[in-house]
């Protein structure tokens, strides 16, 4: 019988989210888009001050699926909630309901530590994803759109700051 356990990731499973990480740029055809490390997984989850937290499934005691996760603020609602930043299952463990698990065990971390809400993005072509948070009970929320600000132009803003929050 197959054993699938989720646990919160440590220190020690830097190697293992990395190669999550690697593994969702490649399924979506993206794989040169992912130039971060496992160091800087190491380093940036599991440090003094970790900017994310993950939940790692294991099959049989080998990774199998991630949901890497953050803190959030809605100022509209007043609360806390949790930002999805990846959530992966291997193609060779999709049929075991790691997906689902992983997304319950977050909101159930959420809502342990008074988050009110769970929200993440998912690319407008991957159709596969969007069925599977429909049927998990994620809306997508039409109102909002995303929009980025990185390298040049986050240089470019930033030098142009009049240095009063630094």
């Known amino acids: 019988m197959t054993e699938i356990t989720v646990r919160l990731a440590g220190k020690a499973d830097a190697e293992a989210v990395f190669g999550l990480v690697v593994e969702l740029a490649r399924a979506r055809g993206m794989p040169e888009k992912v130039v971060s490390s496992a160091g800087d997984i190491e380093r940036d989850g599991f440090g003094s001050d970790p900017a994310f937290e993950a939940l790692l499934a ?31 299952v291997l193609e060779s463990a999709r049929s075991l309901g790691i997906g689902h698990r992983l997304l319950a065990e977050t909101a159930a971390l959420a809502k342990a530590r008074g988050a009110a809400y769970l929200r993440l993005s998912v690319d407008d072509d991957n159709h596969s994803a969007q069925r599977f948070y429909q049927r998990t ?18 240089d470019a803003l930033a030098e142009s700051a009049k240095g009063t929050a630094a």
């Open 58 to 88: 294991e099959v049989d005691g080998k990774p199998a699926g991630l949901c890497l996760f953050f803190g959030s603020y809605s100022t509209w609602r007043g609360k806390r909630g949790i930002y999805v930043q990846d959530l992966v």
């Open 137 to 154: 009970g994620l809306r997508h929320s039409t109102p909002e759109q995303i929009y980025v600000l990185e390298n040049d132009a986050l």
